[in-house]
C-alpha cells in the first residue's frame, strides 16, 4: 500500500543534502545508461545493415527460415542481446542450434558452420561496441562482493524505475 502524508508538524532543521546527492547520482547514472544504450542500438543497426558477406548472410538467412523471423531484425535482436550477455559465445551457441529436435549428423555439421560465421560476426561486433556499463554495476548473487551491492542501488532499467 502507498501512503502519502498530506501534513506533518515537523520542523525542518536543514536540507537533506545527502539524500538530495544520491538522487542526483541516480540520475547522473541512469543518464549514462540511456546514453550508452541508445549508443548500442545505433551501432547494431549500423552492423546489420552493411553487407556482412555470403557466410553471414546464408547463416541469418537459415536461423531466420527456421524460426520465421526477417534477417535484419533477427541479427539486430542476436547482436543486441549476445553483447548484453554474460557469456556470448555461449549464446551465439544456443542461437546456432535452435530448434535441435531431430536434426541429422549433416545438419549438426551445418550448425557448427553457423556458430563458427555468428561467432567470427560477433567478435567483429564487439569490437567497436558501447560497452553497456549496466551489467557492471548490477549484483548477481553468484558473486556476492560489497562494491556490487552498492554500486547495484544507483543502476536503473528505465526511467520509471529511477522515479519510482
Known amino acids: 500500500m502507498l ?9 525542518q532543521w536543514r536540507m537533506p543534502l545527502i539524500t538530495l546527492l544520491i538522487c542526483a547520482l541516480c540520475m547522473l547514472v541512469y543518464a549514462h545508461q540511456h546514453t550508452r544504450k541508445l549508443e548500442l ?11 556482412r558477406g555470403k557466410e553471414f548472410s546464408l547463416a ?20 543486441r542481446t549476445t553483447h548484453n550477455h554474460e ?7 544456443q542461437w546456432a542450434f535452435i530448434n535441435p529436435e531431430g536434426i541429422s549428423y549433416d545438419e549438426v555439421a551445418v550448425r557448427l558452420y ?19 556499463i549496466t551489467r557492471d554495476l548490477w549484483f ?25
Open 114 to 132: 553457423i556458430y563458427d560465421v555468428l561467432k567470427t560476426a560477433y567478435d567483429d561486433f564487439s569490437v567497436d561496441a558501447p560497452h553497456d
Open 41 to 51: 542500438d545505433v551501432h547494431v543497426i549500423d552492423f546489420c545493415q552493411q553487407d
Open 3 to 11: 501512503f502519502f502524508p498530506y501534513r506533518a508538524d515537523l520542523e
Open 60 to 79: 541469418l538467412g537459415h536461423l531466420a527460415t527456421t524460426n520465421n523471423l526477417e534477417a535484419q531484425s533477427l541479427c539486430m535482436y542476436m547482436m
Open 140 to 164: 548477481s548473487p553468484q558473486e556476492i562482493s560489497a562494491l556490487s551491492m552498492i554500486t547495484s542501488v544507483f543502476a536503473h532499467n528505465d526511467i520509471l524505475h529511477l522515479v519510482g
Open 87 to 93: 557469456q556470448p559465445h555461449e549464446l551465439l551457441k
